[in-house]
């Protein structure tokens, strides 16, 4: 396990995908989904950059503000994630 990261899965439902990746826990969640954003724009070319995301925890169907920080969040390695 990466100290600075957590892997989680993330799902896009906009475009069907989903994904395993690791995030930074130093980041805002607002600094993540342009992170996530850009990233799945270059990896498919069909997801359209846009400044209005949110990330869910589809377990317990929280909505992350933006402002705080991930690990302060309380998502950790094993999270199940949706960026919508």
Known sequence: MKENKVNIELIVPSIGQKYDLFIPVNKTIGEVIKILNSTINEMTGCFPENNKLCILNVRDN???????????????????????
């Open 62 to 84: 929280v909505i992350y503000d933006t402002k705080t920080e991930v690990i302060n969040s309380g998502i950790k390695n094993g999270s199940l994630l949706a960026l919508i």
